[in-house]
């Protein structure tokens, strides 16, 4: 039987509430322990109790003082980027694994179709729903070529936009263009993000521009292709919405690219929606449920690295 470790989530809203639905049902080396949050009459501590989970509305320090604490190994903070700062610092302290979904970038950025058997930190970062999308698509460019900016715009439902995303939108910016020049490969990248009010609410879709160096534009859509395929084995809702469309910029009609001068190549476009799974929210919720399904590949990837290098908490008390 594969042995599973405890994890706890802090932020018991939308993104924490669907983790933990996730880990529950699809988790290879997870199990919950505690959903920890501040407010003790939300919905999502009341479902995590319904479901047989621990909890506390006390915070972090609540969850230090829980039994459960000594067995915990793994911790997915889904709060704001302000709060994650200290959230980081005392779980750092009992030697336990942070997997960060909020813009902090404290540990380095990962997005599991690019990096994440490369990566093994303490605190592992997941960058931002927009970047979990749309990143993957400049990194399969940059395979092929080397990209001179790249571009990405997310828009998703106002209803799928709670509190911390509403709260965490400079940093979403700042984060999501920092991942894209740095996993990306891009020299300069800009994010923007849109928060559609439309009823029925959409399902999340992302705009992809990259402009690169002339390249054989086969061997990008194959790449491209390629990326797409490994994204979905964890977030089964994302998907092209039509082909790859490509046009080149000519030698002698270069555009401005900002901070970087005139440019000329290939420029890709890249047009994608990601469908949610809907294990708490409706599936138009793609932003969520590709930030939880991230985490939760980033989270089974480091319990398995802890069994198999023997300092999980949790098994050696078992031991």
Do not use: W
Not at 17 to 28: F, G
Not at 32 to 55: E, I, K, Y
Not at 94 to 120: K, R, S, W
């Amino acid at each position: 039987m594969t042995r599973k470790l405890k994890a706890a989530i802090i932020g018991p809203g939308n993104i924490g509430t669907d983790l933990m639905i996730k880990v529950m049902r699809n988790s290879k080396h997870l199990e919950m322990g505690a959903m920890v949050g501040v407010d003790a009459g939300s919905d999502g501590l009341a479902r995590a109790n319904r479901l047989g989970v621990a909890t506390t509305a006390e915070g972090l320090d609540g969850l230090l003082k829980m039994d459960v604490f000594d067995s915990i190994d793994i911790v997915f903070d889904a709060t704001s980027a302000s709060a994650h700062k200290r959230h980081n610092e005392v779980l750092a302290t009992h030697g336990i694994q942070v997997i960060d979904l909020t813009p902090a970038a404290i540990g380095p950025y990962v997005i599991p179709a690019i990096n994440l058997e490369a990566e093994n930190a303490s605190n592992m970062n997941m960058v931002t729903c927009g970047g979990q999308a749309t990143i993957p698509i400049v990194a399969a460019v940059s395979r092929i070529a080397n990209v001179h900016y790249a571009e990405i715009v997310a828009s998703i439902s106002s209803k799928s936009a709670g509190p911390g995303t509403r709260a965490n939108i400079d940093e979403f910016t700042e984060t999501t263009k920092a991942a894209i020049e740095k996993l990306g490969g891009a020299e300069q990248g800009k994010a923007i993000i849109v928060l559609n009010p439309a009823e029925p609410p959409l399902i999340m879709r992302d705009t992809v521009f990259v402009l690169s160096e002339l390249a054989d534009e086969a061997e990008v859509e194959a790449s491209i292709l390629k990326m797409v395929a490994s994204v979905q084995a964890y977030v089964p809702g994302y998907r092209l919405k039509q082909r790859v469309q490509f046009d080149v910029t000519p030698r002698d009609q270069p555009i401005k690219v900002p901070k970087l001068g005139l440019r000329h190549g290939l420029k890709t476009s890249v047009y994608l929606e990601v469908e949610g799974a809907a294990h708490y929210l409706p599936s138009y919720a793609g932003n969520l449920d590709i930030m939880t399904s991230a985490a939760l590949a980033c989270g089974d990837m480091m319990a398995q690295r802890r069994i198999a290098s023997g300092i999980a908490r949790g098994l050696k008390e078992k031991t």
